[in-house]
């Protein structure tokens, strides 16, 4: 299983088609009837893949959007009052959802909301046991035009109002895009007869009465004027829509008709001809591959599996990085450890204090001297006091003289002084206990008068 491989799904009111995604592409389709055999062997195809995940989009006539606003509210309160109004709207139908599209720019400034559902629940249903019986996580459940946005995207036409327009498996599907948002989206069933150049004449009349009846459905939403003019993409797969299109521009009406070619698909998406020509479903897999959108229909308890396997592999990244710090510490500690081998301290009775202090100059920035450093003063005092000690006494500082207790003279001098306050008399009194100290004598004990 390579890295974000999954499986992609999509499900008409007459047949589905799974795909499977792997290195940011769509690799392979298979196409199941809505029957018995149909799902035997779309089980059957699910039972082989258990270790991946699967998404699925729904593009059915059972569907409803609503542009509702809403009073401004954050935290538990937003979920809370978009949960009610879930339960108002959908009462009969667990696939429901609701996504935050901005504020209203007078008044109040209420939140503005797209509320999407699939009403039909039971198209969905025999694919959902399906899923559940082969035990595979299930990611989400999205209505098809929620990945027209994504496309609109890459065409560069997701700004000015829009209406996107591509035949799919169940027909005819018209999708009104608003900055770069989803507004409205109509499923028409689409004959198409055997011969090309029939059918695409056929396909112009249905096509050229199918917009001007969703160009009514938006003035009766709102979302566009009468006389507003009205941009229209028509996504062409197969290049069977060129008569459409010109038709289109021949009606008037402030109609502005931008036909998108098989080629321009084949270069603005990763989506080889092949598969565009095995099934026309393969675009917008295609589109769920490369990005998922926010609106999930999917209840809570069909995705437990998904929410387990997110948190099992949450925790094997975790343990992976936290190994890679171990591994990374000890290499360190190691090679701390054989430079440190390589260059060993120098013993304290090689040191002197001068190369100490040359040691000391040359890293400015150490707090205080290291252990060598220190060895080496801490020695060169030793030696000191040793000469110290082992040198004879000065004759006046003699022991057993009587003009000091214990030997020392100092109390006799200082008393002997004409100003025994003087700080000069203090001062030779200390340096001489110094030196009677180092001597290894008892203390003085004089105090002044």
């Known amino acids: 299983m390579a890295i974000g491989e999954r499986l992609l799904l999509c499900v008409g009111a007459g047949q589905a088609t799974l795909g499977r995604w792997r290195g940011k592409r769509l690799v392979g389709c298979e196409t199941f009837a809505s029957d018995e055999d149909g799902l035997r062997r779309f089980g059957t195809a699910l039972a082989a893949n258990r270790r991946l995940t699967i998404q699925a989009l729904v593009d059915a006539v059972e569907e409803d959007y609503r542009t509702e606003l809403l009073p401004h509210a954050s935290g538990r309160e937003r979920a809370a009052l978009v949960q009610r109004r879930l339960r108002q709207l959908y009462r009969n139908s667990p696939y429901n959802a609701a996504v935050l599209q901005g504020r209203q720019g007078e008044q109040r400034r209420d939140d503005r909301y797209l509320f999407a559902a699939l009403t039909n629940a039971d198209l969905f249903a025999p694919w959902a046991e399906a899923i559940e019986e082969a035990k ?61 150049s029939e059918a695409g004449h056929g396909d112009a009349g249905m096509l050229v009465e199918e917009v001007g009846n969703t160009r009514l459905y938006l003035e009766a939403l709102k979302l566009r004027g009468r006389d507003d003019p009205l941009s229209v993409t028509l996504v062409d797969i197969d290049d069977s829509l060129m008569h459409a299109a010109t038709a289109l521009e021949q009606q008037g009406n402030n109609i502005h008709c931008v036909r998108v070619g098989a080629a321009t698909l084949l270069q603005k998406l990763p989506l080889s001809a092949q598969m565009l020509a095995q099934t026309p479903d393969a675009l917008a897999l295609t589109l769920l591959g490369l990005r998922s959108p926010t609106v999930n229909l ?5 995705m437990r599996r998904f929410r387990v396997l997110s948190i099992q592999r949450s925790l094997h990244a975790a343990t992976g990085a936290i190994g890679l710090v171990g591994i990374a510490f000890a290499l360190a500690v190691a090679l701390a450890g054989a430079v440190h081998g390589r260059h060993p301290p120098v013993p304290g009775g090689a040191c002197t204090v001068r190369d100490a202090a040359t040691d000391g100059r040359r890293r400015p920035h150490d707090r205080g001297p290291d252990a060598n450093t220190r060895a080496c003063v801490l020695g060169g005092l030793g030696r000191t006091r040793c000469a110290l000690r082992d040198r004879p006494a000065p004759p006046h500082l003699a022991p057993g003289r009587a003009d ?42 004089h105090r002044e008068h």
């Open 298 to 302: 999917a209840p809570a308890p069909s």
């Open 136 to 196: 595979i996580a299930f990611v989400g459940l999205y209505l098809l035009p929620l990945v027209m946005t994504s496309l609109a995207e890459r065409l560069g036409i997701d700004r000015a109002p829009t209406l996107v327009i591509t035949a799919t498996a169940s027909g005819l599907r018209q999708t009104f895009i608003e900055d770069g948002q989803l507004r409205v989206s109509r499923l028409t069933p689409l004959a198409r007869t055997v011969g090309r």
């Open 404 to 445: 000091g207790r214990h030997g020392c003279p100092a109390r006799g001098r200082v008393a002997a002084s004409p100003r025994p306050g003087h700080r000069h008399a203090r001062r030779e009194h200390r340096h001489r206990c110094r030196d009677h100290r180092l001597l290894r004598r008892p203390a003085c004990r």
